[in-house]
């Protein structure tokens, strides 16, 4: 199955998309991940996306795109996918568009995980994410059993750069400028399905599921 997940940021499309990509038998593909992975091994996709992930902007498409494009290339992402943050512009979601017809497939279903601002301050001023393994955590609502440490790996937690309030809120607004946008492209593609993305993460995933399925 090709899926895109969307939501604003901390809607729990990291969160969901490792449950629902296990569940489908497909890989993940997140692109805020690739860039951190990028950040952290300082190579010089990493210093350009910095410098645009801390105001809260998006990376610019061409730099994105190509990135994505050489991923979903790659062999196990031949028979499905789930994309975790990408398209994030209608540009990008043509592009992908584009790119899947030449290969001769498309998207089967786009999940949209919906949550209120006041949620997502409130998750992300408390994700805490693990150095080692990239785990993550909410002080709140999944907290570590010792304070700081990882229980899946005994790593150090730390606060993502982006997750401090002005860059969240600058967030926000990038999503209902340049995201939110997609949810008409993809609602006019009849492919998209939207899910109240509150409440325990468990149950979340089983609306998900329960959605997903009837596309599979
Ligand atoms: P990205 O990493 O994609 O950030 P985002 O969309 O802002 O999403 P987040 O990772 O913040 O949140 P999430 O929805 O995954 O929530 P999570 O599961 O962690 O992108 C970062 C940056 O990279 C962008 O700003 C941009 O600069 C760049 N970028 C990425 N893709 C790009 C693209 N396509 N084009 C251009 N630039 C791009 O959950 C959040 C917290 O809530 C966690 O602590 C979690 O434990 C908790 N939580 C999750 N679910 C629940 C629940 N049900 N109840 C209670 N707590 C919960
Ligand atoms: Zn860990």
């Known amino acids: 199955m090709r899926v895109v997940l969307v939501g604003p940021p901390g809607a729990g499309k990291g969160t969901q998309a490792q449950f629902i990509a296990s569940h489908l038998s497909i890989p993940k593909i997140s692109t805020g991940d690739i860039f951190r992975a990028n950040v952290s091994g300082g190579t010089p996709l990493g ?12 990376v610019p498409d061409e730099v994105t795109i190509a990135m994505v494009r050489d991923r979903l290339s790659e062999d196990d992402a031949q028979a499905g996918f789930l994309l975790d943050g990408f398209p994030r512009n209608v540009p990008q979601a043509e592009v992908l568009k584009k790119m899947l017809a030449d290969w001769g497939v498309a998207l089967d279903a786009v999940l949209e995980l919906k949550v209120d601002d006041e949620e997502v301050i409130r998750r ?8 080692s ?9 999944d ?26 809120r600058r967030r926000l607004e990038v999503y209902q400028e340049q995201t939110a946008p997609l949810i008409s492209f993809y609602t006019d593609e009849q492919i998209l399905v939207s899910v109240d993305a509150t409440g325990p993460v468990d149950e979340v995933t089983q609306r998900a599921m329960a959605v997903l399925r009837r596309f599979a």
Not at 47 to 58: S, T, V
Not at 153 to 164: A, K, P, S
């Open 47 to 58: 210093k350009l996306a910095k410098e645009y992930m801390d105001r809260g902007d998006l």
């Open 124 to 131: 992300l001023s408390g994700r805490r994410t693990c150095r």
């Open 133 to 141: 393994c990239g785990k993550v955590w909410h002080i709140v609502f």
């Open 143 to 168: 907290p570590p059993s010792t304070e700081g440490r990882c229980d899946a790996c005994g790593g150090e937690l730390f606060q993502r750069d982006d997750d401090r309030e002005e860059t969240i």
